[in-house]
Structure formats: C-alpha cells, structure tokens
C-alpha cells in the first residue's frame, strides 16, 4: 500500500515479485515485469544529463555485486506509454544465512521534480523571447572557454559580435511585434548555421554573441560570412510580404595573453563596429596585438 516502489530482484538481477505501486510507476504488469532485470535496454535508462546509465551501474546491480547499499541514484527510464519517467532509487541487499540472496529496490517517481527543476534552469539560461542563451550564461560560457585556453595555449575559441543592421527601422515600418519576429528569425538562422557544442547568446536588443569552441580565426570568419550571407538571403514572411534584414559581425580569436574576456568581447566589438562604419551587412576581423582590422570579408 506505499506510494513508493518496492521491487524484488534475485542473485541474479532477476525481477521476482513487484508492488503495486511499482507496477503503475514502470508502467508495466507483474508478467511483465517477472525475469526483467535492470541490465535489460528496454528501459533506455539515462542519468540527469543524458547520457546512458549502463544497466550494470544499476543500484540493484551495484548492491548484488558489491553487498553493500547504494541509497537515492537518480536516473530516468522509458515507460510505455508515457515520456521519460525519473526516479529516485535505492538498493539494500538481503542475506540469508550469511550469503547475498536477493536485493530489493525502492523508489519513487520525481519527474514532476526534475522537469521543475529543468524549467528553473531553462528560464534562468535562456532568453525568453529568441530561445538562446541570455547574457548570464554566456558569460559564463565565455568565462569557462577562456580559462581553458589559458590552460591550454594550442587550443582555439572564437568569438562573433553580431548586431542586426538599422534595427529600428524595423520597429518604426512593421511595428515591436514584427521586431520581436525578426529577432527570432535571426537567432533561428544562427542555430542552424552553427555547431552543437557553439553557443548563441543574445546580449541586447538586437545585439547576439556567438562563442566557437575548437574553431580557428580562419574558419570563424568562414562561418560567421555564411551566416551573414544565410541572413541577408532569407527575409522574414509578414503580412504577406518579406521583411529583409542584414547583419554585421565582428570576429575576434581569444589569445593565450588575453587579460580576460572582456579583452576579447572589446576586439570583437571593435571589428564590428568597423564591420557597420564600412556599410554594414560585412564580416569584420581584428587579431589579438592588432590595432587594425587585419582581415576583411565583404558580401
């Protein structure tokens, strides 16, 4: 009759006997639960930031093989019919007469938890309207990509300043809405246009910070005049006509030698101001010592 989940497993892993609760929690009948163990891939497990939870890692396993209790693991498992399903587990093993016989398993379901949890941290990283990093996590991004290079002087990280071109033209012509749509647009495309492990910030109104790990100034500059082009090449579909906007961008590489990021933020920002005094609508570079633009890609 408790809420919680009590499953019973034998010397072997095996599933012998199963709750009620445990039942509605897996999503699966006693027949259907009898002989599983928890090494079976079925239950697609995974830990709290995605990646697999082997099923030898399994609490029960662990308690079975080490004799010893293994107390509140989180970790998430598919269950028919449902979305992924998060539990809390703990595993104690049972001896008779000296030797380790079974182990029984308790748990209870915290998806409610972990998905509140999840949202907490979505709201606090992500920018509301564009849906990608706010400047709190960028920065913070930056700030790890930064110390890793200082550590690691043979690797690369770039960093792209974005700002969409007359802005406010937009707001007067179409309206804030239509702004608001146009900044989603743009963020969109930069999305596409990047890496997984890239990180697109939004910084200000119209203003967006890329950060590229493992990425050389060359091959930042590459990228950031595909997007440029991808930008200017693909309007946004309003109220039966097109809205057209560009993108200046300005590329900086960050530098063993930097004093800190905000030493890289200032470069970029330098090149993209040149980049929208120049005529917008380009991708401008300036290189760590530099005093001047040392390279130029123009649309």
């Known amino acids: ?17 199963a709750n009620q609760a445990a039942q509605r929690i897996l999503g699966l009948t006693m027949d259907q639960l009898q002989g599983r163990s928890s090494v079976d891939p079925h239950w697609e497990a995974v830990r709290e930031d995605g990646s697999p939870f082997p099923g030898p890692e399994h609490p029960a396993m662990q308690a079975l093989r080490t004799g010893q ?7 998430g498992i598919s269950v028919p019919g449902r979305d992924r399903t998060w539990l ?43 849906g990608v990093a706010n400047r709190r996590s960028l920065m913070g991004r930056l700030a790890s990509e930064f110390e890793r290079v200082q550590r690691h002087p043979h690797l690369t990280c770039c960093v792209l300043a974005l700002d969409l071109d007359l802005f406010k033209g937009v707001n007067d012509t179409w309206g804030h809405a239509a702004g608001d749509a146009v900044l989603l647009h743009a963020a969109r495309l930069m999305g596409r246009a990047t890496r997984q492990h890239d990180l697109v ?18 091959e930042a500059c590459a990228l950031a005049d595909r997007l440029r082009h991808s930008i200017a090449v693909t309007p946004l579909p309003h109220a039966g006509v097109g809205i057209s906007i560009t993108v200046s961008i300005g590329v900086s590489l960050i530098a063993p030698g930097d004093t800190g990021i905000d030493a890289v933020l200032a470069r ?18 300036l290189d760590p010592q530099s005093r001047t633009i040392t390279r130029t890609l123009i649309g």
């Open 201 to 218: 910030g939004r910084t200000g109104g119209e203003e967006f910070t890329i950060v590229l790990p493992d990425t050389s100034a060359d």
């Open 268 to 285: 970029a920002d330098r090149a993209l101001y040149q980049a929208k005094a120049q005529g917008r609508n380009q991708v401008r570079r």
């Open 69 to 75: 209790p293994v107390k509140d693991v989180v970790m």
């Open 1 to 17: 009759t408790v809420p919680q989940g009590v499953v019973y497993q034998d010397a072997h892993g095996q599933i012998t006997s």
């Open 88 to 130: 809390m587990v703990t595993a104690t093993p049972i001896f008779k007469q000296g030797r380790l016989a079974q182990v029984y398993a308790s748990f209870e379901d915290i998806t409610q938890r972990i998905r509140l949890g999840n949202e907490l941290q979505r709201q606090a990283t992500t920018d509301d309207l564009t």
